[in-house]
């Protein structure tokens, strides 16, 4: 049996990814470990922001500095599913048919603007994205892996856009904000143009590979064997509970939530060099992997209450296990 990757070479590794992303992305540190612990935990992201924040920036540098295979699909109105799944193709002089890939057998896959297509073109990442399968004409095809569906929608224009499924926006391990930079921040990302570093040409920024694919894989398993003590586990489910008793929430989470809180709590662990879980791992975390996952009433909504403070609400009163 390979042996596991130390877990100091797992932090060394994300450190290592961070850093190059910086060169690129300025601020949005959160975003980019977001990114990068669903890479880790081979869960997918939901990146909402309006446009111009970066949001495809972020992916097309995480594609140059990891050495995976990279697709970007734009979704429109009139894709289809096979233009995601791929299809098979009758050859005249063999008499069968021949299975042509679509753009999704790669490992990071890039949906762009993904609620721009309709819910038959959706539906067909469910089993892409739990499974990493693809079903056509009854045979199975598995997916490279790693494998990471990374959507981006923009929160602010409804024309043309169709509401993602609840069965698909469940299947997201992570939905992650993108805000406006600080006055420094955009300063600073101005200052690389004067420098001659344009975000449109990536190779002005002498970007590195420093991640391999089989790396992530590395990391994943590295990342099962860090400790998840009984009361953290409980922590967990408690704060998951929680959120389905709130007053102002009229569907909580689903048991993926607790499962998902689980497994990426236990890598950012492994990536800040622990083999143990603490509370305030579960705690950042915590937004990433349940904001999505509410439903507030109506009349919470009315009130301009957001599941991010409907999260911090449980989070100060489900009380944290001590050391």
Known sequence: MKPT??????????????????????????????????????????????????????????????????????????????????????????????????????????????????????????????????????????????????????????????????????????????????????????????EGRDARDLSTFQLESVLQAEDALEVQRASSKVIVEPKVISYITTIVGQTRNMGTVSVGSSPRGSVNLFLASRTAAACRGRDFVTPDDVKEICPWVLRHRLRLRPEAEIEGVSPDQVIRQILETVEAPRS
């Open 5 to 194: 990757m130390e877990l100091d070479r797992v932090a060394h590794l994300f450190n290592a990814v961070v850093d190059e992303l910086g060169k690129v992305i300025v601020g949005q540190r959160e975003l980019i470990e977001g990114v990068l612990i669903a890479l880790f935990s081979e869960g997918s992201v939901l990146i909402e922001g309006v446009p111009g924040l970066g949001k495809t920036l972020l992916i097309n540098t995480l594609a140059t500095a990891v050495s995976c295979k990279f697709k970007r699909v734009q979704f429109t109105p009139d894709l289809m599913p096979s233009d995601l799944t791929g299809h098979n193709i009758y050859d005249m002089n063999e008499r069968k048919f021949h299975f042509n890939a679509g753009p999704i057998f790669t490992n990071l896959l890039l949906a762009d603007e993904i609620n721009r297509s309709p819910p038959k073109t959706q539906s067909a990442l469910l089993e892409v994205m739990q499974e990493r399968q693809v079903t056509v004409d009854g045979v199975r095809y598995p997916l490279t892996r790693p494998f990471l569906v990374l959507g981006t929608q923009n929160p602010l224009e409804h024309e043309g856009t169709y509401p993602l499924p609840e069965a698909q926006v469940d299947r997201f391990m992570f939905k992650l904000l993108v805000d406006y930079p600080t006055q420094e921040e955009e300063t600073e990302i101005l200052g690389h143009l004067a």
